[in-house]
């Protein structure tokens, strides 16, 4: 049976400070107790910028404005956690903060600190994504423009990254589908020609580009039977 005192205590929204001390996690950020009971915490910006001392009393009114205050820090600190795990584009840092409830005016500040401390820039997050396509998964350049608008790249950073980057279509192309074409090997010749282009086509790349690299794989085909 679970005792009374084994429950969650109720968050107060209003009552006396009784302790502030700095968070286990990070000294960044301050604990706020109210009558004995943790109650929310701060930044140490905000805490500098609306000081608050032991035994002020705070009313829920106090606490909604100390916490609106203290907003663009926590926004910030989500940001950086989800940069850390992934580079992202602007589009996508925002949508995820709205998911995560944060207002308008929080996102925007958070969106110009960390552009300013270099930790968000669409051009490199595009040149990235690019570079990681390349040497991983290879895709077409139209496949590449594609995926980046879906993270919500300007089109001008899209063109630019994609023609920096110097990609041989036909060279990726071809070594995509060597495997594919070998795994086909024993099928009905123009069945093994569908399917290899297909797997291409998938990947963002024209009939132009996957003629060219089957009649390549196929002529590489009849040379080693013909050597046999």
Known sequence: MTSNTSRTRKVPTSGT?????????TAERMNVYLDGTYAFSLSLRALSEHPIAVGDHLRESDIDR?????????????????????????????????QKGYTAAAIDETIRRVVDWGYLDDEQFAAAWVEQRSSGKPRSRRALAHELREKGVDREIIEATIEEADIDEVADARRLA????????????????????????????GWDVAKQVIDELAAGDDTDDTLE
């Open 17 to 25: 400070v009784t302790r502030i001390s700095p968070q286990q996690a």
């Open 178 to 205: 060597a495997d594919k074409w070998r795994k086909e090997r024993g099928q009905d010749p123009d069945k093994r020609r569908q399917r290899t282009a297909a797997y291409l086509a998938r990947r963002g790349y």
């Open 66 to 98: 100390l916490r609106a205050a203290d907003e663009p820090d926590r926004a910030t600190a989500t940001a950086l956690n989800l940069l850390t795990h992934r580079g992202r584009s602007e589009r996508e840092l925002r949508q995820r903060l709205r």
